[in-house]
């Protein structure tokens, strides 16, 4: 948990959002959202162990010494590898993903998505776009768990970034919906999500 709100995309609540949102644009944008499909239940232990490691590596100052590196990537394993649930009195065990639900899940699915965000996404922007234009990107891209926002310049195809995006890993999919135009009291042009 200490670790998520040092992710670039990291979205604490409604009002942290509001507070780092840009109250206008300087450039003519349209607003999306987008929402990764079932993430608690498409995240490979393969890809979380990874993230997990990843993130500790890189902010272990954050967390205490008594838990070693060692005990938390083992204590995590177990915690996915014995998730046990009844359903129709039938005992199954979830072999993919995490249990929604149980204090370990939201920290570890932010985790996992940041991991893909900082290896790869964030690399593959540049690689498409300018510095400037994948500075932007990264700046105002927003995430609370498995709900994203993005302001997107008009002159830029969305398809690329929709593209990148359905890329990161292929468990991981991601929708993305535009906001739709509509005229406020005023006759302003306003965008709706």
């Known amino acids: 948990s200490p670790l998520v709100p040092h992710l670039k995309s990291f979205t604490k609540d409604d009002w942290d959002f ?3 949102l840009p109250r ?3 450039e003519k944008c349209h607003l999306y959202s987008c929402d990764i499909v079932s993430l608690y239940t498409n995240i490979t232990h393969d890809l979380g162990m990874k993230a997990l490691e990843y993130w500790i ?3 272990r100052n954050l967390i205490p010494m008594r838990f070693t590196t060692q005990f938390i990537l083992e204590a995590a394993l177990f915690v996915l590898k014995n ?3 009844l359903f129709n009195s039938v005992m199954y065990t979830q072999m993919i993903g995490t249990a929604m639900g149980t204090k370990f899940a939201p920290p570890y699915a932010c985790l996992a998505v940041g991991y893909l965000e900082e290896t790869k996404l964030y690399p ?4 498409y776009f300018s510095e400037q234009i994948a500075e932007f990107i990264i700046k105002t891209f927003f995430r609370f768990m498995d709900d994203g926002f993005t302001p997107w310049l008009k002159c830029l ?3 690329i970034f929709k593209t990148i995006l359905n890329n990161l890993d292929e468990s991981i999919k991601l929708t993305l919906e535009a906001a739709t135009e509509e005229r406020d009291e005023n006759g302003n042009c306003v965008q709706v999500l």
């Not at 593959?124 to 690689?127: I, K, Y």
């Open 18 to 20: 509001l507070a780092k």
């Open 24 to 26: 206008h644009f300087e």
């Open 57 to 59: 590596t890189r902010k």
């Open 83 to 85: 998730n046990n649930f």
């Open 124 to 127: 593959e922007l540049s690689r």
């Open 157 to 159: 195809s969305i398809e």
